[in-house]
């Protein structure tokens, strides 16, 4: 069964086939994925590769974590479920409103008239 690896720490000049071609040293690569930001359509600096097997994986992980690509040492150890988080607010803050009455912005309702 194939398994999932998180690269992190990649170089914004690293490619998708660089990925396939540098993983497949550890063995058969199903998919390599770089994940790209909406707005910049730059890399966000990680990615997923695909490994055909457990095995593949176990030396991939072995051969690469901690090693130098394309300039930068990347960081490589097995995928993990997304966890399902709290939508957010701006800035970083769980979501409150922000209308009149309240403390965040577009307020104004507190001034003394």
Known sequence: MAKKLFVGGLSYETTEDTLKETF?????????????????????????????????????????????LDGKNITVNEARPME??????????????GGRGERGFGGGSRRSW
Do not use: H, L
């Open 84 to 97: 399902s988080r709290p939508r957010e607010g701006g800035f970083g803050r769980p979501s409150r409103g």
């Open 24 to 68: 497949s040293k550890a063995g058969t690569v199903e998919s390599a994925i770089i994940i790209i930001d909406k707005i910049s359509g730059r890399s966000k600096g990680f990615g997923f590769v695909e490994m055909s097997s457990e095995e593949e994986a176990q030396k991939a992980i072995e051969m690469f974590n901690g090693k130098e």
